[in-house]
DNA sequence: GATGAATGAGTATTCATTCAT
DNA sequence: AATGAATGAATACTCATTCAT
């Protein structure tokens, strides 16, 4: 009977990691941060709440880690190249393909609208928000540069700007918002 | 020798009413619905935990009222006439004084994006948000119509999102955001 | 115009104290001790909070108050005369009328036997309520006597018990409990 | 290094609630339901607030889970046996030792009268009181009808009512109510 | 490493009582 | 005398966090 070596505690550990992680999303997005309790984390992981402390020191952290966990997955979706400038059809498809994305990761995006109401949640995450989506933004300005626009990086805001809003209107009103539509027509319109 | 007079007790109740809906607005606009306790609220506007109760029943009576009262305010500058169909000018110029109206009121709309943004209290005030937003929908729609735009409904709640869109991304980054640009370039655009 | 005069005063006085009086019983019976507000009470009596503490020094005091009230009241009913020994047949009426009395004031029946249960109230009444007892349970002593029975404080207690026990089941559960056929049975037994 | 075994836990587990019920029991006995705090019973307990709700969902559950295991611990005395019908001695003896029970138990007989008097909480407990109190009543009803008494179940209500009144007086009272001579008179007359 | 018992500060809410007028 | 606004301590309950084992 060795002891396990190891490789196979941190096997171990970054598996319950996300499987602590798993559950935080899913009780963050079916409760609001504000009632999800850790209790009900651990409960949801199958781990104890002592143990939670062992991965994580304090919510707050939870909350953080998982944040920027969710922002890396999702920003991993829009593949941005920065070296290289998309063509009009590439950076169509890009939009497309990013607005596909974000229906298939409403959990997240739902965390990531409540975080960002959050003043106090928002400003410990604020700086990984930037730097996950500044690069967007400035492969945005750099499409709209390449195609002779003036006042590139206004263009490139608006165009985020206005995602968001489609984003956060389809997450209200499900039902109801045309989304398919909306966003044909932004490409019609700002691409 | 006399109790006060009903005037009396009516000017100090809707001075004291006010001085706590203004506290109660600063707080959530600040911390968010889920971290604004009564207490904080109440020290804010200088009262006793218990007098907030001989004003709100409670702190949903207290978020509702707060929140009708904001809309009423924010909506009332958007002057919706239901029988008439705005020109291109007229619309144009609702659309410039609604956003700058949005840029004197961000405490307002801090709260209403922090409403929008929280399932539970969501279902609470979502009859009256729709009552007031309704209307300015279905103006916009009624616009695009007459302009002999195909779909004017979704174009109406194209308008409506994008236009969310840029308020949150002002509020959150009300420093670099190109808040006039992005109002002139969707203007121009999606009008 | 003259101020009014002391005796005028003083029936305002006493017609108001009763008022309250009646309204706090009334909410007492209704809502149990506990849950019994002054600010129901008020309320109820059509007088402002604080006027009730001009006529009752505290909470406490308007429950001695009413509690002695209503023993008056109930016991008045006994109609004991502490001079002479009541024959069997007067006896046997004094409790069947006594019985029908309490039928007739089970809201004052209801308080009485809350108040017993409070220990902290009960202290502060217990004087009274034996000064008003105490000539009960002697007159009935003294009939056992007359009669020749032994012990007759003893039969005196007890008898004053199972009518307690009477009342008491008849109060709990007044639908099932065989209210006359107990007491006719308790004056065939015990009388 | 390893955590204590679920035999341990078990251990504290019930330790602990064993003295959580004492102590409320105490409380509840000596204050009454109304005023008996959870704050109170925690210090009583040696306890703090928080761990009551580790035990105890509500002060409700613990009220009803009190109450049935007083309820339970002071009808085990009266070892009702449904099938057979007692005979005049063996009823007796059942009485007198049911009171001699009710002498022992004086504190969980405290909350029983009190429980008794709120109808709120009787309200919660009426149908455990109902399934305890219903087979002695029955079997008492059976004992007069085998005596050859008519009315029997009227008789035996009645007879459960004077051992209420007997109590109730006995706790009122303990000092000065003669109540082994109470009983031996119930016992000559009733039986 | 792992457990869950235990704590204590926090939450919304209630209410007897005081007090300026 | 009369009012009701105002207070503050109390209530039941929650939950992130610590800690003995």
């Known amino acids: 009977m060795s002891p396990r070596t190891k490789e196979q505690f941190d096997e171990i550990r970054s598996e319950r ?84 994305d974000f229906k298939n990761n409403l959990p997240y995006w739902r965390m990531y609208f409540s975080v960002m109401m959050q003043a106090d949640v928002m400003h410990k995450v604020e700086k990984e928000l930037f730097e996950f989506a500044m690069p967007v933004i400035m492969m945005m300005a750099k499409y709209y540069e390449s195609q002779g626009f003036e006042n590139p990086l206004a263009k490139a805001r608006l165009l985020a700007a206005t995602l968001d809003g489609i984003g956060l209107n389809y997450m209200m009103d499900t039902e109801n918002f045309p989304y398919e539509e909306a966003i044909d027509m932004i490409i019609e319109k700002l691409i």
């Not at 935080?24 to 309790?37: D, N, R, W, Y």
């Not at 997955?73 to 890009?94: D, Q």
């Open 17 to 100: 990691k996300a499987r602590i992680m798993q559950a935080a999303l899913e009780v963050f997005s079916e409760e609001g941060f504000g009632k999800a309790s850790i209790s009900k984390i651990a409960g949801r992981a199958g781990v104890s709440k002592g143990l939670m402390y062992n991965y994580f020191k304090s919510k707050e952290e939870l909350i953080e880690t998982i944040f920027i966990d969710a922002m890396t997955r999702l920003m991993s979706g829009f593949e941005v190249n920065p070296k290289t400038t998309p063509s009009k059809e590439e950076f169509t498809l890009f939009i497309k393909k990013s607005m596909d």
